[in-house]
């Protein structure tokens, strides 16, 4: 046999991981110096020996046996493996002579524990998440035939579509409460575990499993909106809106994706459209976001442009159309007249690489058709597509007059330097934990019970400044609750009540404000938007929300008196279109050791990146942001840095900009 040249012993010492040749007997004819460091030897002494002398019986028996496999065959042997507590993925290649002879095989070996590691991980985390979910897949099934014999009994008695329709609305608000309760938990455990000391590798698997807990929270919501249209209970409200800021809000934090990607993004307003229009903007938000966040997800380059036109005018009236257009993988023809279609997508590999339910183009068609008008696409395979739709919009005369409500509850406006005082109505353990761990994070007093009758026997008791309320809880509800505490005595009046509750609907909101409840948390909520919440409630000066975030509930709900309208009515947020701002923010509360500040903006930027599928840009925000609450004044700098080399503020100045021009 051939001894090695120069050049091939130094391609074998430049291979990355564990590289040997072996003869028939398993004598070691060439090693790397990686190999020889693994087993502790150096090249010169292993050269001639049998390598199954330095491994474990174990080890070696089964290594020589795939070895052997490889001479006899002449052919690749790929097998996984474990020694000395590593694993390894190792590939043996059999080396042929000229005269046709395999006398000598390669063996490389690449070290994979960490992926292994992370694999198990992800596996117990499933094994998890699949026990959660056969839990409640059994209560649902529980629930769901409860349900059923009550829609049987209410046909065989009354015989009207109107009591099946109540029936669904019940199990569309139980199926609510039932998966916001334990994602409330789970985000509120990751919001309390980013305060532990975490190493690199802890903070990415959390950040993965906090992205995850969001899409979650995403396609609940999406099927949501679904159900609740296929239930005749989605409203459209008509109110007073700025037609360039509704834009503005959807385009510039969908920037922070576009830009990951390396595409142009940018939008036109003709002149001709009035700036004040009435409409309902936050559904008119709603497509918009679908459809633009869908022409990013599918275009790997070039640009996306939003375009708003008028069609046509009356005196009162305006009817608009909307284009936004791309460049991207486009629809195939036949596909085109299903994809406004629920639960379809133009190609179940689309599922598997972009992700998503196929729910979102649904959702547009009929809030688009809910509002008087007509969606449609035009596509070409590779060329991209552009989606069109056109909606009538009254024209905004003045502004409405708002009513102002009758007695009251006055809100109190403690000092900074009051301990607030805080009852904590809440049936679930784990989120009853969570919440008071949130209050005490925030310098609140806090008395938690589990039921109602407790609720009310404490403000008996003891004064209390604040109560947060959940709806659904044992023996007497939230609801109950909050009326027979209004019935204690005045002062009992005009303590604030905030229903804090896994519903999500319009009319809860209602139902809370005639019981007495002056505000209305609605679960998953992580803990510094719980905080922001209640300091804008209680009228405290420290980061108070910017008025960019004010709930989507319509103009005619809204009363000037009730801080809920002006603290984040969450999960219905949307960020504040201003992101330069807020890393301008970051910067210079960093620079003035303002950790508190500095926190108020890294959210909101990663609410928006988060909103609008800019992974990196969501996990650098994150990652600023653990290393804030650690203290890390350097790893916050290089975040930072990081930040503004993903996101350039000029860009969206430009934009804004643009859409001046066509003003």
């Given at each position: 046999?051939?001894?090695?040249?120069k050049?091939?012993?130094?391609?074998?010492?430049?291979?990355?991981?564990?590289?040997?040749?072996?003869?028939?007997?398993?004598?070691?004819l060439?090693?790397?110096?990686?190999?020889?460091?693994q087993?502790?030897k150096s090249?010169?002494?292993?050269?001639?020996?049998?390598?199954?002398?330095?491994?474990?019986?174990?080890?070696?028996?089964?290594?020589?046996?795939y070895?052997?496999?490889?001479?006899?065959?002449?052919l690749?042997?790929?097998?996984?493996?474990?020694?000395?507590?590593?694993y390894?993925?190792?590939?043996?290649?059999?080396?042929?002579?000229?005269?046709?002879?395999?006398d000598?095989?390669?063996?490389?070996?690449?070290?994979?524990?960490?992926?292994?590691?992370?694999?198990?991980?992800?596996?117990?985390?499933?094994?998890?998440?699949?026990?959660?979910?056969?839990?409640?897949t059994?209560?649902?099934?529980?629930?769901?035939?409860k349900?059923?014999?009550?829609?049987?009994?209410?046909?065989?008695?009354?015989?009207?579509?109107?009591?099946?329709n109540r029936?669904?609305?019940?199990?569309?608000?139980?199926?609510?409460?039932?998966?916001?309760?334990?994602?409330?938990?789970?985000?509120?455990i990751?919001?309390?575990?980013?305060?532990?000391?975490?190493?690199?590798?802890?903070?990415?698997?959390?950040?993965?499993?906090r992205?995850?807990?969001?899409?979650?929270?995403?396609?609940?919501?999406?099927?949501?909106?679904?159900?609740?249209?296929?239930?005749?209970?989605?409203?459209?409200?008509t109110t007073?809106?700025?037609?360039?800021?509704v834009?503005?809000?959807?385009?510039?934090?969908?920037?922070?994706?576009?830009?990951?990607?390396?595409?142009?993004?940018?939008?036109?307003?003709?002149?001709?459209i009035?700036?004040?229009l009435?409409?309902?903007?936050?559904?008119?938000?709603?497509?918009?976001?679908?459809?633009?966040?869908?022409?990013?997800?599918?275009?790997?380059?070039?640009?996306?442009?939003?375009?708003?036109?008028?069609?046509?005018?009356?005196?009162?009236?305006?009817?608009?159309?909307?284009?936004?257009k791309?460049?991207?993988?486009?629809?195939p023809?036949?596909k085109?007249?299903i994809?406004?279609?629920s639960?379809?997508?133009?190609?179940?590999?689309?599922?598997?690489?972009?992700?998503?339910?196929?729910?979102?183009?649904n959702?547009?068609?009929?809030?688009?058709?809910?509002?008087?008008g007509?969606?449609?696409?035009?596509s070409r395979?590779?060329?991209?597509?552009t989606?069109?739709?056109?909606?009538?919009?009254?024209k905004?005369?003045?502004?409405?007059?708002?009513?102002?409500?009758?007695q009251e509850?006055?809100?109190?406006?403690?000092?900074?330097?009051?301990?607030?005082r805080?009852?904590?109505?809440?049936?679930?353990?784990?989120?009853?934990r969570?919440?008071?761990?949130?209050?005490?994070h925030?310098?609140?007093?806090?008395?938690?019970?589990?039921?109602?009758?407790?609720?009310?026997?404490?403000?008996?008791e003891?004064h209390?400044d604040?109560?947060?309320m959940?709806?659904?809880?044992?023996?007497?509800?939230?609801i109950?609750a909050?009326?027979?505490?209004?019935?204690?005595?005045d002062?009992?009046?005009?303590?604030?009540?905030?229903?804090?509750?896994a519903?999500?609907?319009?009319?809860?909101?209602?139902?809370?404000?005639?019981?007495?409840?002056?505000?209305?948390?609605?679960?998953?909520?992580?803990?510094?938007?719980?905080?922001n919440?209640?300091?804008?409630?209680?009228?405290?000066?420290?980061?108070?929300?910017?008025?960019?975030?004010?709930?989507?509930?319509?103009?005619?709900?809204?009363?000037?008196?009730?801080?809920?309208?002006?603290?984040?009515?969450?999960?219905?947020?949307?960020?504040?279109?201003d992101?330069?701002?807020?890393?301008?923010?970051?910067?210079?509360?960093?620079?003035?050791n303002?950790?508190?500040?500095?926190?108020?903006?890294?959210?909101?930027?990663?609410?928006?990146?988060?909103?609008?599928?800019?992974?990196e840009?969501?996990?650098?925000a994150?990652?600023?942001?653990?290393?804030?609450r650690?203290?890390?004044?350097?790893?916050?700098?290089?975040?930072?840095?990081?930040?503004?080399?993903s996101?350039?503020?000029?860009?969206?100045?430009?934009?804004?900009?643009?859409?001046d021009?066509?003003?």
């Open positions: 046999m051939r001894e090695l040249s050049n091939e012993q130094a391609l074998l010492n430049a291979f990355p991981e564990v590289a040997i040749l072996l003869d028939t007997e398993g004598r070691v060439a090693i790397n110096e990686i190999a020889a460091e087993i502790g090249r010169e002494t292993l050269i001639g020996k049998s390598i199954y002398d330095h491994l474990p019986e174990s080890t070696a028996k089964r290594r020589k046996r070895v052997w496999e490889s001479f006899e065959t002449a690749p042997v790929r097998f996984k493996d474990q020694n000395n507590g590593r390894y993925d190792n590939h043996i290649f059999p080396i042929r002579e000229p005269d046709g002879r395999v000598r095989v390669a063996v490389f070996a690449k070290d994979i524990t960490r992926q292994r590691e992370a694999e198990n991980a992800f596996q117990e985390l499933n094994s998890y998440l699949e026990r959660r979910v056969d839990e409640r059994r209560q649902y099934e529980e629930a769901n035939q349900l059923k014999n009550s829609i049987a009994c209410a046909n065989q008695l009354a015989r009207n579509a109107q009591s099946a029936a669904k609305s019940e199990f569309l608000a139980n199926m609510s409460h039932e998966i916001r309760t334990p994602m409330n938990g789970i985000i509120g990751l919001d309390l575990l980013s305060d532990t000391r975490l190493d690199e590798m802890q903070q990415e698997y959390m950040t993965l499993v992205h995850s807990a969001d899409t979650l929270l995403h396609l609940l919501n999406d099927i949501l909106d679904f159900s609740r249209i296929e239930a005749g209970k989605m409203t459209i409200e007073p809106f700025d037609l360039e800021a834009i503005r809000s959807v385009m510039v934090p969908m920037k922070l994706r576009a830009q990951e990607k390396g595409l142009e993004i940018g939008w036109e307003i003709a002149e001709e009035p700036q004040k009435m409409g309902d903007p936050g559904r008119l938000r709603q497509i918009l976001v679908n459809l633009v966040r869908n022409a990013v997800k599918f275009t790997p380059m070039g640009e996306i442009r939003l375009q708003a036109v008028s069609e046509e005018q009356w005196a009162e009236h305006i009817q608009l159309h909307f284009s936004v791309d460049t991207g993988i486009g629809i023809p036949e085109l007249h994809i406004f279609d639960f379809v997508q133009a190609d179940s590999s689309i599922t598997r690489s972009h992700g998503g339910a196929g729910l979102g183009l959702i547009c068609r009929k809030l688009v058709e809910m509002m008087g007509e969606i449609w696409v035009e395979i590779e060329k991209g597509s989606f069109h739709f056109r909606i009538p919009f009254k905004a005369q003045k502004p409405v007059a708002k009513e102002s409500p009758e509850p006055t809100i109190p406006s403690p000092s900074l330097n009051q301990q607030i805080v009852l904590l109505a809440e049936d679930d353990s784990l989120n009853q969570v919440f008071t761990h949130y209050l005490r925030g310098g609140y007093q806090v008395t938690a019970v589990s039921d109602g009758p407790a609720a009310v026997q404490a403000m008996e003891s209390f604040l109560v947060l959940d709806l659904r809880m044992p023996t007497l509800n939230g109950e909050a009326k027979k505490i209004r019935r204690l005595s002062k009992a009046r005009k303590i604030p009540i905030i229903a804090l509750t519903h999500a609907f319009k009319e809860d909101r209602q139902r809370c404000r005639a019981a007495g409840m002056q505000g209305y948390l609605a679960k998953p909520v992580g803990r510094d938007q719980f905080l919440y209640l300091r804008a409630f209680l009228h405290e000066p420290k980061d108070v929300p910017n008025a960019s975030t004010e709930s989507k509930m319509s103009q005619e709900e809204s009363r000037p008196q009730h801080p809920e309208m002006k603290a984040p009515a969450l999960p219905w947020t949307h960020p504040d279109p992101l330069s701002r807020h890393l301008a923010g970051m910067a210079e509360a960093l620079q003035n303002e950790a508190s500040a500095a926190e108020s903006h890294a959210q909101t930027l990663k609410a928006a990146a988060e909103e609008t599928g800019a992974e840009t969501a996990k650098t994150f990652r600023f942001l653990l290393a804030l650690k203290g890390d004044t350097q790893q916050c700098r290089i975040l930072l840095e990081r930040l503004s080399a996101f350039s503020p000029e860009e969206a100045g430009k934009n804004r900009s643009e859409s021009n066509h003003r």
